[in-house]
């Protein structure tokens, strides 16, 4: 008897199965009814008075060191959940959450095709900047307001030489005097990118927004090519029906200058509380590019002449969204930035 129970100690502690199926089959060959260790039970009243205790004992240990291996097997099975044949291949998965793009991003990829088609590629500059390119070789006098501490945020100011201020830029104009400075006309670009002021934050103003520059400068370049390309932009970006029309303004780079405005998209001219009745909504800056600002970064104003304009990629985006609160843009919630899960 002990010898029996010895080697079933031994086929228990080596037992492995591999799925839940053999594991049912070794726990009814040893723990079931029928099983073995119950056969052994049934013969411990064959066993002599004196064996009885120790064969008792073993019997015990036995019976469970089976159950305990059993339980054992099974708690792997059923943490197990890759490669088993188990793994139900047919249930649905989990549903995966995706993102959308924010309708900023959405609006500033619209506006970079209209232009990519027209021919014009994408410089970028950095938004911590000198004054320089800034303010300076725009043509901004040493006491510009624009350089004002109410306007800019300053990095390191300088008591003597503004020109020596590092600044975060407070527009993508900027990035033109980078371009000039370093490519041969013809140049065709627009640059997109964040600029900072430093404005109370409102529901319309914010202390960062988002700009788009477009600059063009080659020979023979005229306020006409301007006005066509701006028409074409606005038709695309707000419909064929859309009229522009321009209003003389000033710029310290730009010379003519003037702001844009289209038929409100709204109401579609007629006038409407987001136009101030007039049927008319601005949209952006313009101009002939200024002899100076050419000169400035080099380029010979006597052969060379361009245009500039730059429009603000949360006004055009409220234009066709009808976003009320600019801090919506960034604020994150998730709930606002679903909205545009279809636009693009
Ligand atoms: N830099 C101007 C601003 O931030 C926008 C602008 C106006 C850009 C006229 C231009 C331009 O290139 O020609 O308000």
């Given at each position: 008897?002990?010898?029996?129970?010895?080697?079933?100690?031994?086929?228990?502690?080596?037992?492995?199965?591999?799925?839940?199926?053999?594991?049912?089959?070794?726990?009814?060959?040893?723990?079931?009814?029928?099983?073995?260790?119950?056969?052994?039970?049934?013969?411990?009243?064959?066993?002599?008075?004196?064996?009885?205790k120790e064969v008792g004992m073993r019997l015990n240990e036995l019976k469970n060191k089976a159950q305990e291996k059993i339980a054992?097997?099974?708690?792997?099975?059923?943490?197990?959940?890759?490669?088993?044949?188990?793994?139900?291949?047919?249930?649905?998965?989990?549903?995966?959450?995706?993102?959308?793009?924010?309708?900023?991003?959405?609006?500033?990829?619209?506006i970079i095709d209209i232009f990519a088609r027209l021919g014009f590629s994408i410089a970028e500059g950095p938004e911590v900047e000198d004054d320089l390119h800034v303010f300076t070789k725009l043509n901004f006098a040493a006491d510009h307001p624009a350089r004002d501490m109410q306007d800019t945020f300053f990095i390191e100011?300088?008591?003597?030489?503004?020109?020596?201020?590092?600044?975060?830029?407070?527009?993508?104009?900027?990035?033109?005097?980078?371009?000039m400075e370093h490519a041969e006309p013809p140049i065709r670009i627009i640059c997109p990118g964040r600029v900072y002021r430093n404005e109370a934050i409102s529901y319309r103003a914010h202390c960062f927004f988002h700009q788009i520059e477009g600059l063009y400068i080659d020979k023979n370049v005229?306020?006409?090519?301007?006005k066509q390309v701006l028409l074409l932009f606005a038709k695309e970006m707000f419909g064929e029906d859309t009229k522009i029309r321009l209003r003389p303004s000033y710029f310290p780079f730009t010379e003519p200058s003037a702001e844009m405005d289209i038929s409100c998209n709204i109401c579609g001219g007629k006038g409407c509380p987001f136009c101030k009745h007039t049927?008319?909504?601005?949209?952006?800056?313009?101009?002939?590019?200024?002899?100076?600002?050419?000169?400035?970064?080099?380029?010979?104003?006597?052969?060379y002449s361009g245009y500039a304009f730059g429009m603000g990629v949360e006004r055009i985006t409220n234009l066709k969204y009808q976003v009320k609160d600019l801090r919506m843009f960034s604020e994150n919630d998730t709930r606002f930035l679903r909205e545009f899960e279809a636009a693009y």
């Open positions: 008897m002990i010898g029996k129970i010895e080697q079933l100690l031994q086929e228990v502690e080596a037992m492995e199965a591999a799925n839940a199926d053999e594991l049912e089959a070794l726990r009814i060959k040893y723990l079931s009814k029928k099983g073995a260790i119950n056969e052994l039970m049934a013969d411990f009243r064959l066993v002599p008075a004196e064996q009885k054992a097997l099974k708690e792997r099975f059923e943490n197990m959940d890759n490669g088993s044949e188990e793994m139900d291949l047919t249930r649905t998965a989990y549903p995966i959450e995706l993102g959308t793009r924010h309708p900023l991003t959405i609006v500033k990829n619209e100011q300088n008591e003597e030489d503004v020109t020596k201020n590092v600044i975060l830029r407070t527009h993508t104009s900027s990035v033109q005097v980078r371009a005229s306020f006409t090519d301007l049927g008319w909504v601005e949209i952006l800056g313009c101009g002939m590019v200024d002899p100076h600002v050419l000169e400035a970064s080099g380029i010979d104003s006597k052969v």
